[in-house]
């Protein structure tokens, strides 16, 4: 996320503070054309992770001898109302019967739902994925169904890992209670890294409390902002190269809490303009309008962190902050020296874990740079999963 999530909590924080200057609402994607992800009247009478739809998809070149479905189905958001999320399902030809399923959430740092995996896999952004496909198509060698999230929800809410941990687990629950795909009683393991290590790190979290009969065999999250208002108390606003991650994220953010952080109405002018202009963005665009911008520029501010519900909303969404503990084997993985997230919310996290008596592993990738962390650790964090799957005993370093 190239601290996005980082310098959108500041903004954040940041806008809520400001005498209101305007009476403007929240700004949601346009809605997609496709019916398959029109809202569903019905909401409240399934339970979450009950399928509302299905379709076989046409295949992908990028994942050969493999099957493409997606599925729509209920979930929740942070305010525990019902909503309509979507993964993509890649089955390979070899899988077997309630074989290994593996929820790789993927980092969208976008605000269009078309960037999502679900959309962006049949459209000319395909490179949303490319970087995991190598690693991807390993474990569907392997016979393992992939299942892709999109954990940023309908709204596609920027930053909500509360969210993004909620739908992860629902789209499991999902693809299980999807007889077409014989995978009921399949064991599961998650992966992902930064924003979708950041989903995946809280599915593990949430998933004792949240979905509980899930037999989720192992996790394995890297790079994850554990923190994000730690990271935000860190890097202040200055003008930054990645600025529109972060508008985007406070964008997100008040999407997903439209009564409690009104960021919208905090904005002045230029700040509108740019909200306007990433509304439905994916990462290039929102890149290009936000490249060398700052908070200030958009939104006067003076005190970055006093407001209580940016506080309250900041933890709401901090891993370090939620008190659930994994009960499935946990890989983590970082470069110990990565500027863009606080390692020590990290180790302060994987201790409150091992204290607990969770089955933590982690391990230090040193690199120059958040993403090679990502390149470098990946295949690691594969490989121990797969022995989960295998049933061999957790290694752990507690």
């Given amino acids: 996320m190239r601290k996005a999530l980082a310098v959108a909590a500041v903004v954040a924080c940041s806008m809520i503070l400001e005498p209101m200057t305007s009476t403007a609402a929240p700004i949601y994607p346009v809605s997609d054309p496709d019916p ?9 009478e399934h339970a979450p992770g009950d399928v509302l739809s299905a379709r076989e998809m046409p295949p992908l070149p990028l994942f050969p001898n493999t099957t493409v479905w997606q599925i729509k189905f209920r979930s929740t958001n942070s305010t525990n109302r019902p909503i309509a999320a979507v993964t993509t399902v890649l089955v390979p030809a070899n899988r077997k019967p309630n074989g290994p399923l593996l929820s790789y959430q993927h980092i969208i740092n976008a605000l269009g739902t078309q960037c999502a995996p679900s959309r962006a896999l049949y459209s000319n952004d395909a490179n ?11 474990v569907l060698a392997r016979g393992w169904t992939v299942a892709l999230p999109d954990h940023l929800g309908p709204g596609s809410a920027y930053g909500a890992a509360k969210l993004g941990g909620q739908i992860s687990l629902d789209g499991v629950r999902a693809v299980q209670r999807f007889p077409v795909l014989g995978l009921a009683r399949s064991p599961v393991t998650m992966a992902g890294y930064s924003g979708g290590g950041m989903a995946t790190a809280y599915a593990a979290a949430l998933a004792p409390s949240y979905a509980p009969e899930l037999n989720i065999v192992g996790v394995a999250a890297g790079g994850v902002p554990m923190n994000i208002g730690k990271m935000a108390q860190g ?23 439209p009564d409690r952080l009104p960021i919208s109405e905090q904005l002045n002018a230029k700040g509108l303009a740019m909200r306007n202009a990433v509304a439905n963005a994916c990462t290039n665009d929102i890149l290009t309008v936000g490249a060398g911008r700052s908070a200030f520029e958009i939104s006067n501010t003076t005190d970055l962190l006093a407001s209580p519900a940016a506080v309250e909303i900041l933890d709401d969404n901090s891993i370090e902050k939620f008190p659930g503990i994994p009960t499935a084997p946990l890989f983590e993985w970082h470069s110990p020296t990565d500027a863009l997230i606080p390692v020590d919310s990290i180790d302060s996290t994987m201790q409150r874990y091992c204290a607990a008596g969770a089955k933590v592993q982690s391990e230090l990738f040193p690199s120059p740079d958040h993403l090679t962390t990502a390149v470098l650790g990946l295949p690691r964090a594969l490989d121990y999963l797969d022995a989960r799957f295998r049933g061999e005993p957790a290694p752990s370093n507690c």
């Avoid at 949303?128 to 390993?138: D, F, H, K, Q, Y």
């Avoid at 890097?235 to 008040?254: D, K, S």
């Fill in 36 to 44: 398959f992800y029109a809202p569903s009247n019905d909401l409240a």
């Fill in 128 to 138: 949303l994925i490319i970087r995991e496909a190598p690693a991807l198509n390993v």
């Fill in 235 to 257: 890097l202040g606003t200055a003008p930054h190269p990645v600025f529109g991650l972060a508008l985007a994220a406070a964008i997100g953010l008040e999407r997903e809490y």
